[in-house]
């Protein structure tokens, strides 16, 4: 069994996620790593944190690819006295790489919005957004998820209700402290599901274009969500949709982790294939919950609280 190196393994990634499809003010590719250093084992999760960091340790990667960058904006120091440069200084000193796909995942035929897509059970489903910003290419529902561009747009197997689908979304994803969140009728049929995973309230016009019953994503904020529902009950009247469903930022994007898992494993053994080599990377998924919000207080109905009404 022969390891690849660290050339191998992001040029694999690339070509899963080209870095060019990436938007204009996003940081892709490789963090930190020598390209020419072996790779056996390969750690998948959401974010670059700390608690990511010992878990990959703790394993023994020798990359970890994160969906977020560590680095957004230009730094002038990466001294392991902030907790970025403690990041990247415990990487370092431990050979371990790190690389991360971020909107060119997103966008990415078996990216983040195919994996949400097909995680919710969206069948015959096509791009919110097409890749070049406008709507989707053409006319087709293609059913295999072979397009690219932001978000997906289809239909159920089986038409559902509001309530049953947002328990549907609730166990496909991991757990988080905020649960799933859901605006509408539970009663409701939702037939016609959006997603994009996510921070998403940017694209209400396309969801509405697009006809769908029911929006998954995240980060929705109180006034876009309030003035989508205000105007989904002024236009449709009770049954207005669309309805929302809004889940933890990290775990809209987690489902992607998998496939980028399974893809990078296929594709480097067939990158060590071509050269005569039998191999490949092990590959992991985190299984750390890197959401920030760590608990949700429920309101008590208390005789305290009555007094106050
Ligand atoms: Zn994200």
């Known amino acids: 069994m022969t390891a690849p190196t660290l050339a191998d ?31 056996a084992k390969v750690l998948f999760a959401v974010d670059p944190v700390a608690d990511v960091v010992d878990e ?8 970890v690819v994160t969906h977020h960058p560590l680095f957004l904006r230009g730094v002038h120091s990466v001294a392991a006295t902030t907790f970025k440069g403690a990041v990247v200084h415990r990487l370092i000193s431990a050979g371990v790489g790190m690389y991360n796909a971020h909107t060119n995942a997103d966008a990415a035929a078996r990216g983040v919005a195919d994996a949400l897509a097909d995680a919710v059970g969206i069948v015959e489903r096509r791009p919110l957004v097409g890749p070049d ?20 747009v289809g239909r159920l197997a089986e038409p559902t209700t509001l309530g049953e689908f947002a328990q549907r979304v609730a ?12 605006a509408g ?23 509405r274009a697009a006809g769908a019953d029911a929006y998954v994503t995240s980060d929705l904020r109180h006034h876009p969500a309030s003035e989508l ?23 809209s994007e987690w489902p992607w982790l998998r496939y980028a898992a399974t893809d990078l494993t296929a594709g480097v053994e067939a990158v060590l294939a071509g050269r005569g080599e039998a191999g490949t ?11 920030p919000w760590t608990a949700v207080v429920h309101v008590q109905e208390s005789p305290a609280r009555k007094d106050q009404q």
Not at 14 to 38: H, S
Not at 56 to 63: E, I, K, N, S
Not at 186 to 199: H, I, K, N
């Open 9 to 39: 393994v992001v040029a694999v990634l690339d070509g899963l996620y080209p870095p060019g499809t990436a938007e204009g003010w996003d940081a892709v590719g490789l963090i930190c790593g020598d390209p020419a250093a072996r790779v």
């Open 185 to 207: 009728d539970l009663a409701g049929t939702v037939s016609t599901v959006a997603v994009l995973g996510g921070s998403g309230d940017g694209f209400f016009d396309a969801v």
């Open 281 to 291: 990377v092990t590959c992991k998924v985190s299984t750390r919950v890197s959401d």
């Open 229 to 251: 529902r205000e105007r989904a009950l002024f236009e449709g009247g009770p049954g207005g949709t669309p309805y929302l469903v809004d889940t933890a930022h990290f775990a």
């Open 56 to 63: 990959a340790l703790d394993w023994g990667a020798d990359l």
């Open 171 to 182: 166990d496909a994803l991991p757990p988080a402290a905020q649960g799933i969140r859901v």
């Open 133 to 152: 910003g406008g709507g989707p290419d053409g006319d087709g529902l293609d059913g295999g998820g072979a397009q690219t561009g932001i978000g997906r």
